[in-house]
């Protein structure tokens, strides 16, 4: 009995010790996760010569607003850059989830004619790639969308997988629902907005979310078709900054004085990463969700 | 066409029992009604996948004929089908330079160690948040894990820089401060396979995570109950429950990313290299080639070679992994 009892005691205490360790591991691999962040943020926050003199550290060796106050006072730049990436992520993301959702709702319907061929048209780009090249013929000289915000805009709208997983979530609804609207007299349209839409809201906010991931964090269409800095969207003006100090000086010119490059470099990549850390928190739940229901496939 | 000739159902039925005397021109109306029904039903969905359909065969459809770029001396000021044919020049040239050679190696070679790291580092880290009684930690865990998905490659890039610029980053300040001379890492090829799997790692690993931990979760809690009472250890749970069982997903996502091993991450290679050229060795892979020979160099005639055997290699290789995820479980194959 006593015996019985020291080895359950022994027992609650392994477990105890493997839990603690197993939280410790997963404390570990989360700091690893924050820290590149926080470093960034630090600096951003750390004065430049300190930064210079220092190097990088995780807590400011002195602290100085001066970057933002820097970008604060000298705004334009970075505004017009923030507002390039706004437009283009809110008009792409929201055309882009309308039209792969009708798409993807027609194709979930058995009564759609020819839909599975239409069903392969939509698949095939995920098999088969022109590549950069055809591609890059293609927006330059056939649509000359050079320097223009729908080079942007255009490219992503329809992502074949992302139609195909809504076709498949759209395929679960039942499909009395439908069947019964129709009954009463309901058109497609109605039908599409006011029964389908909102009951896939899990699948909707999935792809909306990626979408708008996908057009904020953009900087390869820019980087393709975009020479005007007046067009460089918030990423592709980081990307510029950080390959090119030049383009950074030049961009403070009218300033006249020296701007603090390294820490302003970092609070404009800081001013970056905060709609999307808004973002995350807020729809996360949706996206694990999304991420784990939306099994793709073919017929 | 319009919602008028909807008729429902019954109305029809009704409407055609009472037969006149002639079969031949009912039968006629009868194809007809349907025909126009069929139309009304349909018209609107088609109107609905038209615009989609439109964007996909503007964008994924038309560039294609383009590719026979490849066989062709690009010549701007003579477009694409004006140009000469060239044969096969444009590839002997690729393959005959040994520039082929390094870029395909280096992309299956990078993609090989990316999908292995990734697939051990989220199965561990799926396993362990699964043993994680305690649900709002795990929340938390998963949420912190999570998030550097969202990150672009530009700011990886940032940190990266900060990680290990030369004079002021934070791994040379490590190891002056331990005794070690500090490494001029943008100038050392060897590292970089390294360097980049970890960060891939960074930034992906919560998704993996997110996707085995669910399957995990789904895990009938029976099995391990019947294991338990058959005195298993959790080891012995992991190993001949939860692994045989999650199978099936980790050899799916395995071949997902086998079949697309010929396309690099090319935001990665751009952003987190810098585009240094001493560093080209190790980290060209095909698509920072096409790039760089595209719009640096303006030679479109080996940048299209380029592209058209990652086409070609990538679409040989995503039917063979289809073919094999069908063998393996059908319900998950892709086509």
């Known amino acids: ?299 | 066409m319009s919602g008028k000739t909807l008729v429902p159902p019954e109305a029809t039925s009704q409407g055609v029992t009472p037969r006149p005397a002639s079969a031949k021109p009912t039968q006629g109306t009868a194809f007809m009604q349907r025909l126009h029904r069929e139309r009304a039903r349909s018209g609107p969905l088609f109107l609905m996948a038209l615009p989609g359909l439109l964007v996909l065969f503007t964008f994924s459809y038309l560039p294609l004929p383009d590719m026979i770029l490849a066989f062709k001396d690009f010549k701007a000021a003579q477009g694409v089908w004006g140009s000469r044919w060239v044969g096969l020049t444009n590839f002997q040239f690729l393959f005959g330079t040994g520039t082929a050679w390094r870029i395909i190696r280096n992309t299956l070679f990078l993609n090989s160690l990316f999908i292995v790291a990734t697939l051990v580092a989220s199965l561990a880290l799926a396993t362990l948040l699964n043993e994680i009684s305690d649900s709002f930690f795990a929340r938390i865990y998963q949420s912190i894990l999570f998030f550097p998905y969202f990150v672009s490659y530009v700011i990886v890039g940032y940190f990266v820089f900060i990680f290990l610029s030369s004079d002021n980053g934070v791994v040379n300040h490590v190891l002056q401060n331990v005794g070690r001379q500090p490494v001029n890492w943008f100038n050392q090829p060897s590292y970089w396979p390294i360097i980049l799997t970890l960060v891939t790692l960074w930034h992906n690993l919560g998704y993996y995570t997110v996707i085995y931990l669910a399957g995990i979760i789904a895990i009938n809690p029976e099995y391990y109950e019947a294991a338990r009472i058959d005195g298993a250890t959790k080891w012995q749970e992991i190993r001949y429950i939860m692994l045989p069982l999650i199978r099936p997903l980790i050899i799916i996502n395995v071949l997902l990313a086998v079949g697309r091993i010929f396309f690099a991450n090319f935001d990665l290679f751009i952003n987190v290299t810098r585009q240094q050229g001493a560093l080209l060795p190790t980290t060209d892979v095909i698509d920072t080639y096409v790039y760089r020979t595209l719009t640096t160099l303006g030679n479109f005639n080996m940048a299209s070679a380029a592209g058209l055997f990652q086409a070609v290699a990538g679409f040989v290789l995503v039917v063979l992994a289809n073919w094999i995820v069908r063998r393996v479980d059908a319900d998950q194959a892709l086509f």
Not at chain 1, 16 to 40: D, N, S
Not at chain 1, 67 to 83: E, M
Not at chain 1, 168 to 192: Q, V
Request: charged share 15%.
């Open chain 1, 1 to 299: 009995m006593a015996m019985a009892r020291a080895q359950d005691s022994h027992k609650v205490q392994r477990r105890a010790i493997a839990r603690g360790l197993m939280h410790a591991l997963m404390i570990l691999v989360c700091i690893a996760c924050a820290v590149p962040l926080l470093l960034i943020v630090s600096a951003s926050l750390t004065d430049e010569r300190a930064l210079v003199e220092n190097g990088f550290q995780l807590i400011p060796s002195k602290f100085s607003f001066y970057a933002y106050q820097f970008l604060l006072a000298d705004s334009g730049r970075i505004l017009r850059a923030y507002g390039i990436s706004i437009f283009v992520t809110c008009v792409g993301a929201s055309l882009s989830l309308l039209l792969m959702s009708l798409l993807g709702y027609a194709l979930s319907r058995k009564d759609f004619p020819l839909r599975r061929l239409i069903s392969f048209f939509v698949f095939f780009p995920l098999l088969f790639n022109a590549g950069l090249v055809p591609f890059y013929i293609l927006m330059s000289r056939t649509l000359h969308l050079k320097d223009n915000l729908l080079a942007l805009i255009l490219p992503p709208l329809v992502l074949p997988f992302f139609t195909l997983l809504l076709r498949t979530y759209f395929s679960t609804l039942p499909r009395d629902l439908i069947e019964a609207a129709k009954l009463d007299g309901a058109s497609e349209w109605r039908i599409f907005f006011q029964i389908v839409v909102p009951l896939s809201t899990p699948a909707l906010a999935t792809v909306g979310l990626f979408s708008l991931l996908f057009y904020w964090n953009d900087f390869y269409l820019s980087l393709l078709f975009i020479n005007n800095p007046r067009y460089y969207n918030l990423q592709y003006l980081l990307y510029k900054i950080i390959s090119d100090l030049q383009v950074l000086e030049n961009s403070f010119m009218q300033s006249g004085t020296k701007p603090p490059l390294e820490s302003v470099r970092m609070a404009m990549a800081v001013l970056a990463m905060g709609p999307v850390l808004f973002a995350f928190l807020f729809v996360q739940k949706y996206f694990v969700r999304g991420i784990t229901v939306g099994s793709l496939k073919g017929d």
